[in-house]
């Protein structure tokens, strides 16, 4: 594989993790300020100076100088994740393409065969912990295909350079410092403890500190062992679950369809209703199917907007989404538990022929719609609840339906009145 050149004398011709290429040198897809590659060769260049900033923290948490000395020392940043950083395919694929690319044939048998070889254990863990064992298979098959791309860059150089380089430093910092805990505390060993670009490790993908609040020692062996330790792999990502607020013998949600004239102003995850009352606004499962427990409270998510499916999201799917914040993750996520159960695909069609925005296209639509006075948080790129209701209300004041659907025409309506 080739690698790109990066200016002579750069901070940024830092070697790249093994197998892997170097940084681009280029700007990232986000467009975030601290993305640019002249902030970026800024920040690497300061990069020193950062991790000697965060010892007073280091020291606070009961990390001796020693360690904090020994593992930080000659530590250099992997300046190829900010590439990554902006390429996340949660972020930047049509729903529909995440899942086709996660909830597959092949994975659905191995995990199948996952849970029977390891039915005793995942039994064990559901009467201690209550959390569907589908559920936890559903994870680690799509975290890592089980076990066999766990990542191989280690977490301690990623978290470092995430917290002192790119658009997310603050929340880095604090996974940098729980991993010099776990070194520190020697909870895994230094040449275990890798991962993903992100610093998550383990077939379960844990970030640091994820493992600090809910790993477990379910064989007895006197280790929390998430790497190796299929009990504790299993046990650590129910209790992880269970401590989100786990509803035991819940559902994540479930797939409707909505009915022509639905306002979708109420497909927002602040506008909870009963199933019930869901069914009188016309929302329906696909063949008649009833809720089986028509008091509980769902929000109305709409992915693709009124071409696509519904889906009524219920407590559980709050609780995947702790795991991991990106809506098309827990979706795929709940999907996967359901056909390992032995469930069906969904029943309605993605609208496959809507063009997907890029990154940038959506970072300029956040920009447009802010510049209007809505507001969409921080632009950066990502499409989450914020933005699409955002979205709706401009959707709704210029005739359109207000589906929070990122589609190019919208994207054409804004670029158009901003034009004027």
Same mark, same amino acid.
């Given at each position: 594989?080739?690698?790109?050149?990066?200016?002579?004398?750069?901070?940024?011709?830092?070697?790249?993790?093994?197998?892997?290429?170097?940084?681009?040198?280029?700007?990232?897809?986000?467009?975030?300020?601290?993305?640019?590659?002249?902030?970026?060769?800024?920040?690497?260049?300061?990069?020193? /100076?950062?991790?000697?900033?965060?010892?007073?923290?280091?020291?606070?948490?009961?990390?001796?100088?020693?360690?904090?000395?020994?593992?930080?020392?000659?530590?250099?940043?992997?300046?190829?994740?900010?590439?990554?950083?902006?390429? *996340?395919?949660?972020?930047?694929?049509?729903?529909?393409?995440?899942?086709?690319?996660?909830?597959?044939?092949?994975?659905?048998?191995?995990? +199948?065969?996952?849970?029977?070889?390891?039915?005793?254990?995942?039994?064990?863990?559901?009467?201690?912990?209550?959390?569907?064992?589908?559920?936890?298979?559903?994870?680690?098959?799509?975290?890592?295909?089980?076990?066999?791309?766990?990542?191989?860059?280690?977490?301690?150089?990623?978290?470092?350079?995430?917290?002192?380089?790119?658009? +997310?430093?603050?929340?880095?910092?604090?996974?940098?410092?729980?991993?010099?805990?776990?070194?520190?505390?020697?909870?895994?060993?230094?040449?275990?403890?890798?991962?993903?670009?992100?610093?998550?490790?383990?077939?379960?993908?844990?970030?640091?500190?994820?493992?600090?609040?809910?790993?477990?020692?379910?064989?007895?062996?006197?280790?929390?062992?998430?790497?190796?330790?299929?009990?504790?792999?299993?046990?650590?990502?129910?209790?992880?679950?269970?401590?989100?607020?786990?509803?035991?013998?819940?559902?994540?949600?479930?797939?409707?369809?909505?009915?022509?004239?639905?306002?979708?102003?109420?497909?927002?995850?602040?506008?909870?209703?009963?199933?019930? *009352?869901?069914?009188?606004?016309?929302?329906?499962?696909?063949?008649?199917?009833?809720?089986?427990?028509?008091?509980?409270?769902?929000?109305?998510?709409?992915?693709?907007?009124?071409?696509?499916?519904?889906?009524?999201?219920?407590?559980?799917?709050?609780?995947?989404?702790?795991?991991?914040?990106?809506?098309?993750?827990?979706?795929?996520?709940?999907?996967?538990?359901?056909?390992?159960?032995?469930?069906?695909?969904?029943? *309605?069609?993605?609208?496959?022929?809507?063009?997907?925005?890029?990154?940038?296209?959506?970072?300029?639509?956040?920009?447009?719609?802010?510049?209007?006075?809505?507001?969409?948080?921080?632009?950066?790129?990502?499409?989450?609840?914020?933005?699409?209701?955002?979205?709706?209300?401009?959707? /709704?004041?210029?005739?359109?339906?207000?589906?929070?659907?990122?589609?190019?025409?919208?994207?054409?309506?804004?670029?158009?009145?901003?034009?004027?």
């Amino acid at each position: 594989m080739s690698i790109l050149p990066v200016a002579t004398g750069s901070v940024g011709a830092v070697a790249p993790s093994p197998g892997g290429p170097a940084w681009s040198g280029l700007d990232g897809a986000s467009g975030h300020p601290l993305m640019t590659a002249e902030a970026i060769r800024e920040a690497a260049a300061n990069f020193p /100076a950062c991790i000697e900033s965060l010892w007073p923290e280091a020291a606070r948490r009961g990390i001796s100088r020693d360690s904090f000395v020994r593992f930080t020392a000659g530590l250099a940043p992997d300046l190829r994740i900010m590439d990554l950083m902006d390429a *996340q395919p949660e972020f930047t694929k049509a729903f529909w393409d995440y899942l086709d690319i996660l909830v597959t044939d092949a994975r659905l048998q191995k995990g +199948r065969e996952i849970l029977a070889a390891h039915r005793p254990i995942f039994e064990a863990v559901e009467r201690a912990y209550g959390v569907d064992r589908y559920i936890i298979a559903a994870i680690w098959g799509i975290e890592s295909n089980y076990g066999t791309a766990i990542g191989e860059r280690p977490v301690l150089r990623s978290t470092a350079t995430l917290a002192c380089i790119g658009r +997310r430093q603050a929340y880095f910092r604090e996974e940098f410092l729980s991993a010099l805990e776990i070194l520190h505390r020697g909870d895994v060993r230094p040449e275990d403890l890798k991962g993903s670009w992100a610093g998550a490790f383990g077939p379960t993908q844990f970030m640091p500190t994820a493992f600090k609040r809910y790993a477990v020692d379910f064989d007895g062996d006197g280790r929390r062992d998430v790497v190796t330790s299929v009990p504790d792999i299993i046990a650590s990502t129910a209790n992880n679950l269970k401590k989100d607020g786990w509803q035991p013998g819940h559902t994540w949600g479930y797939e409707v369809v909505v009915p022509q004239g639905f306002d979708y102003m109420l497909a927002d995850p602040s506008k909870q209703f009963t199933l019930a *009352q869901w069914e009188t606004l016309g929302l329906r499962r696909p063949g008649g199917l009833a809720f089986p427990r028509p008091h509980e409270r769902a929000y109305l998510m709409v992915p693709a907007g009124a071409r696509g499916p519904g889906f009524l999201m219920l407590n559980n799917f709050r609780v995947i989404m702790k795991y991991n914040p990106a809506e098309a993750y827990a979706l795929a996520i709940g999907h996967f538990a359901d056909r390992l159960r032995g469930g069906g695909p969904f029943v *309605q069609p993605w609208p496959r022929d809507e063009p997907v925005l890029s990154r940038t296209e959506r970072y300029e639509l956040q920009q447009l719609l802010a510049a209007r006075g809505y507001d969409v948080g921080e632009p950066d790129g990502r499409l989450g609840p914020r933005t699409r209701a955002a979205l709706r209300r401009y959707q /709704a004041s210029v005739g359109l339906v207000p589906d929070g659907f990122a589609s190019a025409t919208v994207l054409s309506y804004l670029r158009g009145q901003a034009s004027r």
